[in-house]
């Protein structure tokens, strides 16, 4: 396997592990790598390229630029934002807050591809799981369209889920940049 790395270099090594949790998933930095020079250490998955892959030039410009990485401090600004839009919309909050499941929306699992949920953006945050804050956006996103997919875009319910995702998204990119202004924007934990 090969990586992109924020020097602009690629680095060659072999997977020697995968790490999952408990339900058998692997975890956000699941692959252990025996790099080339003999050190070892965890990577997330979607970063390998395989060696006799092209490199991927969209992608290689985002991936070297570590300045636009998430610091721990951004994602728990971020965690606190949603939490207290929480608090100030309770009630458009809540209808996005929990997984959906089959009980709630009978079909639900079979026509919504990536199920998303405003709780598991937050633990996300809490646990640093993200690495850009497009990617906190495309999750918020995310909750919009799945309610879209499900329910018709012209649907009550759809223009709620796009009012409150609009409003989730501002809330994150004003605490990241309030973090990012304070200085804590390169520092990750």
């Not at 079979?110 to 199920?115: K, M």
Request: proline letters at 4%; aromatic letters at 6%; one cysteine or more.
């Amino acid at each position: 396997m090969k990586m992109l790395f924020a020097d602009g270099r690629r680095y060659g090594g072999r997977v020697v592990a995968v790490n999952c949790d408990a339900a058998g998933a692997p975890t956000w930095e699941g692959a252990d790598i025996a790099w080339d020079g003999g050190e070892v250490s965890s990577v997330n998955l979607w970063e390998l390229e395989r060696p006799d892959a092209r490199p991927r030039a969209k992608n290689a410009k985002r991936k070297s630029s570590s300045k636009n990485e998430l610091s721990s401090q951004a994602q728990a600004a971020m965690a606190t934002a949603l939490t207290r839009l929480q608090e100030q919309e309770p009630d458009l909050a809540a209808l996005f807050d929990d997984e959906v499941t089959d009980d709630v929306a009978p079909g639900y699992s079979t026509e919504v591809p990536l199920p998303m949920h405003l709780q598991l953006i937050i633990g996300r945050l809490e646990h640093q799981y993200y690495r850009h804050a497009d990617a906190v956006a495309a999750d918020l996103a995310l909750i919009a369209s799945n309610c879209e997919l499900f329910n018709r875009a012209d649907a009550p319910i759809s223009a709620q889920a796009r009012s409150f995702v609009g409003m989730a998204v501002a809330a994150v990119q004003r605490a990241a940049a309030q973090v990012e202004a304070a200085g804590g924007k390169r520092q990750r934990a």
